[in-house]
């Protein structure tokens, strides 16, 4: 059994790796996008691949990184530019020990039509404090978050939320863990294409109320049990579609 | 051939564990989501996996669970916490076998708009009865449907119906065997998805009339013919992904 | 290369077999559903496989049946009980050799909402006749196609046109070669799939006009060289998904 | 790593057969449709497979064709007859060295509704030009272009812009290279789909601004990092669906 919250670097490296080959193999994550764990032996620095599709992803690729988004390896392997969202978010964010930053399809028309993402369903529990879309982007980068102050920013507009979403681009989520995170990603856009279908079917839609999700969150979605349930079985569809991690 | 109930414990509990493979592998369950059996050499007891995902199961994962929900089976693997619908629904249903219990995302939108899922296909012919949907969660649960009392409830709300949705969560589907069960949940799904896709089309939907539904669930759906044949499918497609299996 | 209209029972068995194993790893046939092939050695009879899911059959489950229905081979394998559909339409349109049966989700829409089937893109040329929707079922067969009656009523209701649907339940098209009823079966899907997502964008639909669909058909879908690239490309396909083609 | 723009004939023809496999394995093309490169030794010709499906294409199936469309290669393989398209767009484009044609679905109901295909994602941001809708077909010839004279009228359409639809049928991109092209067919794609979702959820879009797009395009889309890391993630992916590839 994994753990949620690893003790070691290797462990961690291991669950960024993992989590990367999970989200490329459930279709969350395609070239782009990225993950990333707070260092377990120091806080102050986080673990994340260089610049490299999640779906290719080893343990050899996976960079030590700071708070200021310096690389801390010695290597000459090239980091992602957005990992200063990673960098700013951790700082931000010391009760949470994992990010996510990608572009699911599904969520993309929720950040363009002022139609906020809301918990529909038990698995998008989480949600329920709302999901407020980014659109202060800095001139000139993109639309890229690749500067100190953008990734600052970021941090404040994400507030003590768990999910944001980047205006035609994507979305930011924090986590307690790896598999935390990872539930998160993979649910958000489950929930989002529920949500789009539902409203599509009715004007009124009947969301989780706030007790509701609560519970819901801790005993449904990250209790121990179901979250365990669901890293086994991420690890083991990507462990017989890609066979070199088994 | 697969027998459609089987006679011993060692048939019922591969077939538990083949439903299982078999609908993780055409995506209506995931990492969430159960399949139970009543034990054909003791209707008071039923079969089902310890909590592990649908895609994982093999024979040594199932569990045999009293209709209390207590786990009979020397073991400390843990049983899931929904166990409860099982134990409940065939306590309350002497004339079924199986029971489905799973989230998929095509039934949802229904479950949280008011708009009722309605047999459109001959294959959601079983659905003529109504698909009612529930909504009396006991408080503090996670709206996961964990003790005996809820269990009740979940039985009288879906009286003498094959199928109910849960508000925001998923569905529980009964019938008088496994091949018969997985169907179910197999054509709810793809049901529901017809369905909608005809509510945006147009507001005027011909579903079957009550004497056609009758007609076609006895000849098109749970007819020997069709039902072996949609069986020795899935379980050839479940093989071929899933090389353990074979 | 294979030949598009078979000389010999042999390369006529092997088609069946073929366009049944590429229906299936297409997505446009499951469990259910079939087709058919005119005898090239006796224009009477014609040739489909015993009651068995398109994704399993062989050349050794082929049976040789009459225009009545009944199954000439020597025999105690099952045949399907909607051969009556093949053989009405094949005895009624001459000029025909290939005929399919089945339900692929995305067409089913349009059966029960009075939208009809429009030939949106040029591989949808062959629809510019008009779809008509058969809804005059023979009451007690469930749905099913299994008289001799009903056959006849089937193919009138057919006239001379490649397609119609069945109400709640599928389609059934003829064609000249079995490589020529396979690409209907499949653009028939996509172009339902099309042309929903473009009633859903505009109330103006530009379809193609017949002069335009004629030409489209005889030059784009029906052509020598595009047929036999479609042919190649989804045998190819079909080969690599399942290893005992190849 | 592969060189974006080859500079030899062999590198090229590599290339071609890579795009090919890889358009094919992400669903953008299916049977139809083709890519080609301009030769890096002769800017006057270019090379483009002969007549075959994207998904079974090696570097012995590619020609080398002239500015005519004359083939130039000796052989009695037959091209495609669409490639007067890639013959009079990189005679009408010299900057560009690679082209794209082919009819993903998402694009086409964009074809037929006259509802415009906007940037509204980072990805799609080189669409920010607009995508007008060519509608001016040579009669007779079945929506293919396959005449020098249409072929000029396409290039005349297409004017400075990298994408435009050919109403009902699909779409044609340019781009500096065969990594760019890609790309582009891959998220034209997925922007239309994001698109279209958005204009079911809300009727006020947000797309990108032209100041937007243009940065957008240079850092996180063609940029030597995303691209590279784009390209190598695709050819990962191939190699592991299409074992010929490794």
Redesign the interface.
């Known amino acids: 059994m994994e753990k949620f919250v690893p003790e070691t670097k290797k462990d961690a490296i291991r669950q960024v790796m993992l989590a990367s080959r999970i989200l490329a193999n459930e279709g969350v994550l ?3 996008g990225h993950v990333s764990i707070r260092n377990p032996e120091n806080p102050d620095t986080f673990f994340q691949s260089r ?3 999640p ?2 992803i080893t343990e050899q690729d996976i960079l030590e990184i700071d708070m200021e988004g310096n690389v801390i390896t010695k290597t000459d392997m ?1 980091p992602y ?1 957005e990992r200063i969202i990673h960098a700013a978010l951790l700082k931000a964010r010391p009760e949470m020990n994992a990010v996510f930053h990608g ?1 699911p ?2 969520i ?3 950040s ?4 906020p993402i809301l918990p ?4 998008g ?1 989480f949600l329920y404090q709302g999901v407020p879309v980014y ?1 202060d ?1 800095e ?6 978050i690749s500067t100190k102050v953008e990734g600052e920013r970021i941090a404040r507009h994400l507030g003590n939320r768990r999910v944001h979403l980047l ?3 994507g979305c930011n989520i924090v986590a307690e863990s790896i598999p935390a995170v990872v539930a998160s990603a993979i649910y958000l856009r ?1 929930n989002a ?2 949500q ?7 004007k ?5 109320s706030e ?2 999700a609560k ?6 979605l990250f ?1 121990e ?2 979250l365990m ?2 890293w ?3 690890i ?2 990507a462990k ?1 579609a ?1 066979p070199d991690l088994a």
Chains 1, 2, 3, 4 share one sequence.
């Open positions: 395609d070239a782009l610049s490299l599709s779906y290719e090239k530019g572009h399809a599904a993309i028309p929720f363009i039509t002022g139609v529909v369903t038990h698995v529990s659109d982007y001139p000139g980068c993109g639309m890229l205006r035609g681009h489950d294409t529920i789009f279908q539902a409203m599509m079917l009715g009124d839609i009947k969301c989780l007790e509701e519970q819901a969150m801790e005993k449904a209790g049990l179901p349930r669901m086994g079985y991420w083991a569809r017989r890609m």
